[in-house]
């Protein structure tokens, strides 16, 4: 509550009238500047009560052309509202939904009506902040967010790429390669989603009724969606990476942290190619966009390798005769590289933060996929490890010709999902 050029002077006035009676010794001068302390008080008390009678008369009814969307679609709203002002002189503006950005026509209410335009970067559910209401009267002014009852309608974004399929699990949908159970994967959680097969997938995995369909090769994914909470690990792109993709960048990862949605205490991991990680709660909204502006030169410093059964491929490789193939070959040189070697720093930290995960179990991941990708298949082959559940997004990768290396690499690595946004 902020007071008016008057309330101001009035002030003013009473403060001289005891500057004066101080000075003067005149009780008449002091009971002068009690009573406008008095009546600026009772002034104030009325404000106050006339700004709770229009809160709670304030009603909104919004019309959206559309509520569920592509991320970064257009959605047109036109607002109605109603008030009892009562005394006071109040203006209203539409509060948009955060992240919003304006594209035509204005929040702010004429009338009793406003129409405009936005666009919605977010991916997940979202919803409008409220109206904020600027009101005043001859002594006083304020600006207040009337968020209660004022948030509806629910937006719902799907990320970019992904087709709408409006059917339950199991019931027929037609699944494609990018079809997914869009409900369970805004909610952080996909409950089945099937991709082109890829070399060294199971063949337990494949859809053969869907491949039948198709002509070409299928494999299904599952996963168990019950229990367990996520965690976001964020794979910030190098130095000099272009400002368009540093966006589009951003705004996937800020998309993943609003789909995830369960409050304010889970981690979100930045890491910088193979430098050391750092963690910061979910609900620390204003660091995580700092993070999100910063771009290092970065590197691995030495590729990471782990293979789990390195002995069990030796065997199979030695009890043949014929000449060894190209990756029997690579498999050798690569335990000659490691043999004994110790875990980088980056392993050793990154297996520390797995051991305090343990009741994370669904791991996003978004990444650029720029340069050397052996630190990210690194810690996909370790969530898998784990038996967690690893969704990847990349941002930047569809329609390019690195989309297909970076998807078999990632895919390979033991990624439940790698998706292009």
């Known amino acids: 509550m902020r007071p008016t050029l008057l309330t101001g002077l009035l002030l003013l006035f009473s403060l001289l009238s005891f500057m004066y009676a101080w000075m003067m ?15 600026v008080s009772l002034s104030a008390g009325i404000f106050q009560t006339n700004l709770r009678s229009l809160a709670l008369s304030l009603t909104v009814v919004r019309e959206a052309d559309r509520t569920v969307v592509d991320q970064n679609g257009l959605i047109s709203i036109t607002s109605a509202i109603t008030a009892v002002t009562g005394r006071l002189t109040a203006s209203f503006d539409d509060v948009l939904p955060p992240g919003a950005l304006l594209v ?3 929040p702010a209410f004429t009338a009793g009506r406003a129409s405009y335009r936005f666009r919605l970067p977010v991916i997940g559910s979202s919803y409008f902040q409220g109206v904020r209401a600027t009101c005043r009267d001859q002594f006083f002014t304020q600006t207040l967010l009337i968020a209660r009852g004022a948030e509806l309608p629910k937006l719902t974004m799907y990320p970019t790429g992904i087709t709408a ?7 027929g949908s037609g699944w494609s390669a990018v079809e997914f159970d869009r409900p369970a994967l805004i909610s952080g959680y996909d409950t089945r989603t099937l991709r082109p097969y890829a070399e060294g997938d199971s063949v337990r995995n494949i859809d053969w009724k869907l491949s039948g369909k198709h002509q070409e090769l299928y494999v299904r994914l599952k996963m168990d969606a019950s229990g367990g909470l996520p965690a976001l690990f964020i794979d910030l792109p190098p130095e000099g990476t272009a400002d368009e993709l540093r966006l589009h960048f951003a705004e996937t990862a800020v998309g993943a942290l609003e789909s995830l949605n369960i409050g304010e205490n889970f981690p979100v991991v930045f890491f910088k190619g193979a430098a050391d990680p750092e963690i910061i709660s979910s609900g620390k909204t204003s660091v995580i966009l700092e993070k999100l502006k910063e771009t290092e030169n970065t590197t691995t410093g030495e590729h990471l390798f782990r293979l789990r059964h390195p002995s069990s491929l030796v065997r199979e490789t030695m009890i043949t005769s014929r000449d060894p193939t190209k990756t029997e070959l690579r498999v050798r040189e690569i335990m000659r590289e490691c043999a004994g070697r110790k875990p980088t720093d980056f392993e050793s930290k990154m297996g520390s933060i797995s051991a305090e995960m343990a009741k994370q179990t669904h791991i996003t991941y978004v990444t650029a996929a720029l340069g050397d990708l052996s630190h990210m298949t690194y810690l996909i082959n370790e969530t898998k490890r784990h038996q967690r ?3 990847v997004f990349v941002a930047g990768a569809a329609g390019t010709p690195r989309e297909t290396k970076v998807r078999t690499a990632f895919t390979l690595a033991g990624a439940d999902v790698v998706e292009m946004v």
């Open 25 to 39: 010794n005149s009780a008449e001068a002091a009971a002068a500047g009690l009573g406008l302390l008095v009546f």
């Open 104 to 106: 035509s026509g204005s």
């Open 165 to 171: 399929t409006h059917f339950a699990v199991g019931q």
């Open 389 to 391: 559940h690893a969704t």
